[in-house]
């Protein structure tokens, strides 16, 4: 089993809908949830990043983990075209020092206008 | 504006040749990463290194090497390529714990 688990998708969506994006994992230790975006033949960018249990907005994206049921979600309102994307949730235990982070294997969205 | 790049952006090469892919950041990070991204798999660690002369191994190591002699650049070399290692590699750079890490656009790269 992986320790991050994301279904692949494509997930598709109308433009201006609510997209929600998940991920499940296995190691409690984990206490850093980021969510990167990744456009077609580019490298990731980091979009959010939130420390333990708890919500996190920006603008139209907000992230949210539920430590206890070891589920972090990516919520996208009023999606538009330019967010077709893969998304990647990725993780880390944050202890002092560098840390690993464990991805996932990303979550192809695609808004249609 | 700072940055990060890599070259090439396309290899092809044949199996068993030796090959290195480049990777340079201007963000003067002290950490540096390289990353394979393969469908079913995702983001892969390869190999990281916290600053100069520093390297350690990630998860899938076998068959590959860096070296770090300076804060800009972190090379990635494949000893004898197989194929098994056609992928898309990736580099990165962060400051800190290593959480933000800023990637570079990638080499996509195939072992015939």
């Known amino acids: 089993q992986k320790e991050v688990e994301q279904d692949p998708g494509p997930l598709s969506v109308p433009e201006g809908a609510i997209v929600s994006l998940n991920c499940t994992y296995s190691?409690?230790?984990?206490?850093?949830f980021m969510w990167y975006r990744q456009y077609s033949r580019k490298g990731p960018e980091l979009l959010m990043y939130?420390?333990?249990?708890g919500n996190k907005e920006d603008g139209r994206f907000t992230a949210q983990v539920d430590k206890s049921s070891k589920y972090i979600s990516l919520f996208i309102r009023d999606s538009q075209p330019s967010d077709s994307a893969t998304y990647l949730c990725?993780?880390?235990?944050?202890?002092?020092?560098?840390?690993?982070?464990?991805f996932g294997t990303g979550t192809r969205l695609l808004v249609s206008p | 504006d700072a940055e990060i790049t890599q070259s090439p952006r396309h290899k092809i090469t044949e199996t068993g040749r030796q090959v290195t892919l480049a990777c340079h950041q201007t963000?003067?990070?002290?950490?540096m990463f390289w990353y394979r991204q393969d469908l079913g798999h995702g983001l892969r660690l390869i190999h990281y290194?916290?600053?100069?002369?520093?390297?350690n191994k990630g998860e899938v190591s076998d068959g590959y090497s860096v070296s770090r002699s300076n804060t800009e650049d972190l090379p990635l070399t494949l000893e004898s390529a197989a194929s098994s290692q056609t992928s898309v590699y990736f580099c990165?750079?962060?400051?800190?714990?290593?959480?933000?890490?800023?990637f570079g656009p990638g080499t996509r790269l195939t072992v015939t």
């Open positions: 190691n409690s230790a984990f206490q850093y």
């Open positions: 939130t420390y333990s249990s």
């Open positions: 963000w003067n990070h002290n950490n």
């Open positions: 290194s916290y600053g100069v002369q520093d390297t």
């Open positions: 990165a750079s962060s400051e800190g714990q290593g959480l933000e890490q800023y």
């Open positions: 990725a993780m880390s235990e944050g202890n002092t020092g560098f840390q690993k982070l464990v």
